[in-house]
Structures are given as structure tokens and as C-alpha cells.
């Protein structure tokens, strides 16, 4: 068994000169190419012992006797692998700002209010399908020090591990419509718009509950694995 | 063809520890927290210390990072459940001083492979995480077929810890002479 090779011609750069963090912290050598070995094919397992019920709904997990301000949304979607199979029972992570903008983090100190009782953080496993879902609230944009008047469009952010430590992934996820995206130095580290438009979740009218929340739909795709035709492993394959 | 193209790579940003280590963050949500367990009695094997940095290219430390460290047992098995030794856990250095501490057990060789850690980074700045390993000074590295095909010395020297006797060192450099061999595996 083996991955597909990662195409990083998709992926950011190491180094995107416009988001200059990147500047000091982006490799400068060639990273070393190998096929995954026994170390990268496998991975941590997680299970439901490790998780509770509601830890994916934000919109209650750290309520202290009111809701969260904000627009009631379910993200939800299916985690799939480059040869479209869906990944199931794996662990899916997401955190985000609050409906104003502002982290729950003691180093964010952006002048908007935290919400007393949203905490920002949810996690769930995939099941048989790869399905997973959330219940939150739309996160705000919010300024950052980059250039002097950058903002960064709507986004939550989503960790993935797929079966294999290779497979690891953290991305963001945007909103439909959102017309900060074309102007975000760190959506623009990624050269293709075509990989742009996969971090785009459209509205899912569908899935909205009437008169409570709308919905987003968020597919993540994490590398293919296959069986090669002429495995020569002593240990099998 | 009918394949779909892997979800690109965007930063975990500086508040990834809201996600993925609440507690770090400054608060408490979780009954359990995933990735901080210590090792437990029973689990056999020795007992190791790995301390370190990761440090940018205008050589300061990366305060904000995020480290995963995937790892077999001391038999040199990785784990296919999640009941036992996981083989798994998170990082996070002190926000001050960059400064991180894991605690640990000494894995076993892996086939060819000479005992390791894969580790996984990510922090504001870092577009795609970065994956690299860490080998212990005091095992036999000679066979090791990642740190073979290495073709500079020199730079195969920052795969490797230093220290002993269960105290190891090791510190992580993103850029300049001493930048590590990162993996593109």
C-alpha cells in the first residue's frame, strides 16, 4: 500500500511573500521526497470514548446559560479520499472567531467583545460514509497585521487526519459570497483558483432548518491510497 | 480520469490551539482533551525527555507552534487502535520561551528504520504543515534508509537529537545553515 504522491504545485508555497509570516518561516531547501514508509502509512485511531455527543455543537458545548450572538449555521459535508472513497471514523476538528471577529484565545486582543458563551472549538468523528457536521455560529471577518488594512474573509478552520500520518491536513473553510476572499493574502498563497474554489462552501439551502439555521456544505478530499499492482514487500501488502 | 484533487493546505494560524489544545488557548471545554495524556504506568518501555525549539528564520522561536509526534512503541510497533499506547501526542511549547517539553517512550526500530519520531508542525506562517523526524544519538542510524538518502552530512545531523541517558535535545530550525531536512512523503 501506498499515497499518492501530494501534489504541491496545489498547495500553497512554503514561502507567499504576500503573507509575511511566511517570510521567516518557509523552508528554503528542497524538502526530501520518499515514498511513505511503515512510519507515514499508518496514523493515531481515534474513537467515541475519546469524543462526547455534543462536542460538535458549538452553539451549546460552552454555553453558560444563553446562546451564542449570531447567524445559526450547520457545516456538514463527507470526507472523502483522491479516488473518491469515503474516509470513515476518522477525527475532524474545526475552531473559529465569533460572530464579532474575536478569538477565544489570550493572545487575541482584537477590540471586539468574546461571547460569554461561545468557546470556538468542535470536534467529531466521520461515521461508516465519511459523514460528518456541526452546529455553530458565522464566524466574522476580522482585521489582521499583514498590510495595514487586511481583513480576513469568514472562515473556519478544519484538521483532518485521514488513517495515515501522511494524510494529516488543516485547512480553512469560506463562505459562499464572500467578496473579502478576493482580497485575502492568505487565500491568494494558493495559486490555482481552482483549489480556491474547493475551500468555498456553498449554501445548502437543503440542509437549513427552517426558521432555525441555514447550511453550508464543506467536502474534504485527503490523498488517495492505493495497493500497487506489483507489491514486492517481504512483510505483504 | 475520475479522481478528486486533495483539499489544499491553508495555515492553522496563530490561534490554532483554540481547536486543537483548548486549555493552552485559556480555557476549558473538553472533558478530554486529545493528544496530552501522559504515558501510562503500564505501558513498558523507557521513559525519555525530549526538549527543544523551533526557531524561524531571523532566529527567534516559534511560540505559536503546534507539534504532532507519531511514534511506534518500544517494540518498534505502531499502534492500530486507540486503546493502549497510542503512539500520539500534541506540543505546545510555552508561549514565552518557545520552549517544549515531551514526554515519552523511547520507540523501537521499525524494520530498517533506526528508532524515531515523526513530527508535524504547524503554526501562523506555515502553509502546508511541515513533516520531519527526530533520531536519537545514542541508537545505531547507520542502515536508516531515510537518513540515507540524505546526500549531505551535515544536513542528515539535524534529523538527529542530542544528549542521552533518556534526555534529549532537539531543536527545530526553519531556515539559514542549520535549517532540518523537512519530508515530502
Known amino acids: ?237 | 480520469m475520475d479522481y478528486l484533487k486533495e483539499t489544499p493546505s491553508q495555515t492553522a494560524g496563530p490561534y490554532v490551539h483554540i481547536g486543537l489544545a483548548p486549555a493552552a488557548a485559556g480555557f476549558d471545554i473538553y472533558e478530554h482533551e486529545l493528544g496530552f495524556d501522559p504515558v501510562s504506568e503500564d505501558v513498558p518501555g523507557e521513559r525519555i525527555t525530549v526538549t527543544g525549539r523551533v526557531i524561524d528564520g531571523m532566529g527567534a522561536p516559534v511560540k505559536d507552534v503546534l507539534i504532532e509526534v507519531w511514534q511506534a512503541d518500544a517494540s518498534g510497533r505502531y499502534a492500530d487502535g486507540a486503546e493502549g499506547f497510542r503512539g500520539w501526542f500534541r506540543v505546545v511549547p510555552d508561549f514565552e520561551t518557545g520552549v517544549f517539553t515531551l514526554n515519552t517512550i523511547r520507540p523501537g526500530a521499525n524494520g530498517r528504520q533506526a528508532p524515531h519520531l515523526s513530527l508535524w508542525l504547524v503554526a501562523r506562517g506555515i502553509n502546508v504543515g511541515l513533516q520531519t523526524r527526530m533520531y536519537f544519538p545514542d541508537a545505531d542510524n547507520s542502515a536508516d534508509p531515510v537518513l540515507n538518502l540524505i546526500e549531505q552530512p551535515h544536513r542528515r545531523a539535524t534529523l538527529i537529537a542530542t544528549g542521552g541517558k533518556g534526555s534529549y535535545d532537539f531543536d527545530i530550525h526553519l531556515q539559514g545553515e542549520k535549517e532540518t531536512v523537512f519530508l515530502d512523503v
Request: contains cysteine; aromatic residues 10%.
Open chain 1, 1 to 237: 500500500m501506498t499515497l499518492y504522491q501530494r501534489d504541491r504545485t496545489w498547495h500553497p508555497p512554503a514561502l507567499a511573500p504576500d503573507y509575511k509570516t511566511s517570510v521567516a518561516r518557509s523552508p528554503r531547501q528542497a524538502m526530501l521526497s520518499l515514498e511513505a514508509t511503515a512510519s507515514e502509512l499508518s496514523g493515531p485511531r481515534f474513537g467515541h470514548s475519546d469524543i462526547a455527543p455534543g462536542d460538535n455543537d458549538l452553539i451549546t458545548n460552552y454555553a453558560k446559560g444563553g446562546d451564542p450572538v449570531g447567524e445559526r449555521i450547520i457545516v456538514h459535508g463527507r470526507v472523502l479520499d483522491e479516488n473518491r472513497r469515503p474516509v470513515p471514523h476518522t477525527l475532524v476538528e474545526i475552531w473559529q472567531a465569533n460572530a464579532g471577529g474575536r478569538y477565544r484565545h489570550k493572545k487575541d486582543q482584537y477590540l471586539a467583545a468574546i461571547d460569554p458563551n461561545f468557546g470556538g472549538c468542535g470536534r467529531t468523528l466521520t461515521d461508516a460514509d465519511g459523514r460528518y457536521a456541526f452546529r455553530t455560529i458565522k464566524p466574522g471577518a476580522y482585521p489582521w497585521r499583514n498590510w495595514v488594512n487586511n481583513w480576513r474573509p469568514a472562515h473556519i478552520h478544519v484538521s483532518v487526519f485521514g488513517h495515515s500520518f501522511a494524510q494529516r491536513l488543516i485547512t480553512q473553510m469560506y463562505f459562499e459570497g464572500d467578496p473579502l476572499i478576493a482580497h485575502c493574502p492568505i487565500v491568494k498563497s494558493i495559486p490555482d483558483p481552482r483549489a480556491i474554489e474547493a475551500l468555498i462552501a456553498p449554501l445548502d439551502l437543503n440542509e437549513a432548518k427552517p426558521l432555525d439555521c441555514l447550511a453550508y456544505r464543506f467536502d474534504i478530499v485527503l490523498r488517495g491510497r492505493r495497493s500497487t499492482f506489483f507489491e514486492n514487500r517481504p512483510e505483504g501488502n
